[in-house]
């Protein structure tokens, strides 16, 4: 007999019970973990792709937007409203916005964004008597230069919008940090 299982181990040339032969379970398992697997990653990945998407969209620069006839323009900032078309993700409005246009001594179109740079509130023109011809913050106290310069409270100056005249009308465009002063 033991010549016999001798003689076994010699043709297969492995002892007996030491083979690693894949069950007929382990089988099934694994067909059918990876056929899921890869069904519902076909079904994910366009999904986050949805999701993603407007992340992936390259931003385009902002349209230039009419907002008054340039002779109605003058040293003193005046307030104007107009309204932007705006895409935020999936979510698009009409959004109105505000800006203070006025002319600088060299008759250059200055229009500056009335969100105070302290804490976001509304800032007004001459809004507060002892800040005589300034830019007023009623929340906090800050004000600021017809030019949009911090003079108390804000760290930073009023931010400004692009302008541009073009056939006797003012246009505004991108809003950027203030580089008059």
């Not at 949805?50 to 390259?58: E, G, N, S, T, W």
């Not at 509304?122 to 507060?128: G, L």
């Not at 911090?150 to 246009?171: I, M, Q, S």
Request: with cysteine; glycine share 8%; aromatic share 10%.
């Amino acid at each position: 007999m033991s010549d016999h299982n001798n003689h076994k181990e010699e043709q297969h040339g492995k002892k007996p019970g030491t083979k690693r032969e894949m069950s007929r379970r382990q089988f099934l398992s694994y067909t059918l973990g990876g056929a899921g697997g890869f069904m519902a990653a076909g079904m994910m990945i366009p999904m986050i792709r949805f999701a993603v998407d407007p992340v992936l969209q390259k931003k385009k620069a902002s349209d230039w937007v009419k907002v008054v006839e340039e002779s109605k323009i003058s040293n003193v900032p005046q307030s104007f409203t107009f309204q932007v078309h705006q895409v935020d993700g999936w979510y698009e409005s009409d959004v109105e916005l505000l800006a203070w246009i006025s002319k600088d001594s060299k008759g250059n179109i200055l229009a500056l964004n009335p969100t105070c740079k302290h804490l976001g509130c509304t800032v007004n023109w001459n809004d507060n008597p002892a800040y005589k011809d300034q830019y007023y913050c009623p929340c906090h106290g800050a004000h600021y230069t017809p030019e949009g310069k911090n003079l108390a409270v804000a760290p930073k100056p009023l931010d400004e919008y692009t302008t541009k005249v073009e056939n006797g009308f003012v246009y505004v465009g991108q809003l950027h940090a203030n580089t008059r002063v």
